[in-house]
Every structure is written in structure tokens, then in C-alpha cells.
């Protein structure tokens, strides 16, 4: 999608950081290979802040070096904002652990990139997180993995469904993506039943070479026609998340439980109890 586009790839990426760390140590341990890897998604500034965040966690410790931890660390305090630690009663803690879990096991089940942390130590706005770097750098999306993409982020809610028959606010900000999602299906990328024509505002450019937005100019009924269709979108994700959780409920018990003991947990242990 467009937004992708504005991000530095590998290559890019690779350069950006070069630049940054210049005039700052780092010991042995530091692969800019791996670092650039696992940047996906990173502007040059959320870049450069990194490496600063990292040196300062380094200069904190009294360490002379930074190392591939203090990157890792900063990367994740750039991504999802600093380590909160909030005080949450056991129910919550519990609550925030299934809605952690569903996502991750409606990721694994649905074969998207594989989940490299799952968390229950809020960070920022969000009480837990699931956390997917991308593998590559995504140039063309189809409409089976855009349907995966918005059933795992379903997969917070429908966790707290399935287990609790009541729902949390938590959710919020993944039914906002999910709908985003579909929002661009249907008006963007004509992969609705609506066919492939573009619904949205129309970005055209002026004589002056100055880009300028044109509002849709679509009737009432048509508007009526795309909601349709983004709801349909929608709900055919929440019951594929729920569809995967009803069928994986023992592994969702076990991963919640082991989240609430260990608070988080990285990719091979989170693939282990998977298998
Ligand atoms: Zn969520």
C-alpha cells in the first residue's frame, strides 16, 4: 500500500543507521544485517532515535559498548513507547493475557510472519502487545492475507469472548485497524463484491504540479453499498478469529496461563507450546 512506500527498505535502511552511528561504540555483538532486518516499517527518524535511545541505555548501565540488546530494547521503546509498569489486578492481568494470546495464536494458526514476542507489560497506550515484525518489505498484498491480517487482529476480542462471554475497551484500536483494512479493500483496491473501482477521493495534480484531493462523488445508496461491504469484511474476520480460537481453546488457556506467570514470552517459547 501507499504507506509503504515512504518507508527506507533494507538497503535504505541500512545506510540511515550507518550514518547514525557514527561517533557511537558498539561492541561485537551488533549485526547491522539482523538490525536492518528487523527495522521494517522504521522511518530514518525512528532510526535515529533508536540508536540514541540505545546508547543512552548503555551509557545507564555504565557500559562503554552498546550492544545488540540495547538496540533491540530501544527498537521496541521506539515502536510501542517506554516499559509502563501499571499496577493491574490479577482479573486484568488475566484479561490482557487472552487478548494477547488470541492474537497470537489466530497469527500462527493463519501462517502470517511469525510473532517474535507476546507481552503482558503495558507499554504506552496499550496494556500488552503481540509483537510481528515484518519479514520484507511488503510491495504487494493480496486479499487472502489482508483477510488473515484482519482476522489476527480480531483475535484479541474474540479471545475475550470465547473465555470471558463479556468484553473489554482493549480492543479499540484493533477494530479501528481491521476496519481500516476493509475500508481500503472496498475503496481502495476494488476487492469487494463492488467490483474494482476506486470509491475513494480522487488525488490528482494541478497545473501548478501542487497534489490535490477531490471528495469522493458518491451517492447516497453507493455509501450505503461500501459500508455493506466493509462491514461484511469485518465480521467475516471476527468469526474467522473465533472459528480458529473455539478450535484451539486448550492451547489459548495454556499460552494465557503461562503469560500471566512469565509476563512475556519470546518466539520459541510461544512456538513450542503451539506445538
Ligand atoms: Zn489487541
Known amino acids: 500500500r501507499r504507506v509503504v512506500l515512504e518507508y527506507p527498505d533494507f538497503e535504505a535502511r ?7 552511528a557514527k561517533g557511537k561504540p558498539f561492541d561485537e555483538t551488533v549485526n547491522w544485517d539482523l538490525v536492518s532486518k528487523n527495522t521494517v516499517g522504521f522511518s530514518g527518524a525512528d532510526l535515529e532515535n533508536m540508536l540514541n535511545e540505545s546508547a543512552i541505555a548503555a551509557a545507564r548501565q555504565n557500559k562503554e559498548k552498546i550492544s545488540m540488546k540495547d538496540i533491540d530494547d530501544a527498537s521496541l521503546k521506539v515502536k510501542l513507547g517506554a516499559e509502563k509498569r501499571r499496577t493491574q489486578s490479577d482479573d486484568d ?3 490482557t493475557a487472552y487478548h494477547e494470546a488470541g492474537h497470537a495464536i489466530v497469527n500462527f494458526v493463519e501462517e502470517l510472519d511469525p510473532v517474535s514476542k507476546i507481552s503482558i507489560i503495558s507499554r504506552g497506550m496499550a496494556l ?11 510491495i504487494h498484498q493480496t486479499k487472502s492475507k489482508l483477510i488473515k491480517q484482519m482476522a489476527m487482529a480480531m483475535g484479541g476480542r474474540a479471545a475475550e469472548e470465547i473465555v470471558f462471554k463479556d468484553i473489554t475497551t482493549g480492543a479499540s484500536s484493533d477494530i479501528s485497524h481491521a476496519t481500516n483494512i476493509a475500508r481500503d479493500m ?4 476494488g476487492m469487494s463484491d463492488l467490483g474494482p473501482i476506486n470509491l475513494g477521493p480522487q ?7 501542487k497534489a490535490y484531493m477531490e471528495p469522493s462523488k458518491i451517492s447516497d445508496q453507493m455509501q450505503s453499498k461500501v459500508d455493506e461491504e466493509i462491514k461484511k469484511l469485518v465480521n467475516e474476520a471476527h468469526q474467522e478469529a473465533k472459528r480458529v480460537l473455539s478450535k484451539n ?3 489459548l488457556e495454556i499460552l494465557a496461563k503461562s503469560l500471566v506467570e512469565k509476563e512475556s514470552l519470546g518466539q520459541e517459547e510461544f ?3 503451539m506445538r
Open 249 to 251: 481453546k486448550k492451547k
Open 271 to 273: 512456538e513450542e507450546i
Open 203 to 209: 488525488i490528482d495534480i494541478n497545473d501548478f504540479g
Open 128 to 138: 500488552g502487545f503481540t509483537l510481528i515484525p515484518p519479514q520484507k518489505d511488503i
Open 186 to 189: 472496498v475503496v481502495e483496491w
Open 93 to 95: 492481568k488475566l484479561m
Open 14 to 20: 541500512k545506510d540511515i543507521l550507518a550514518i547514525h
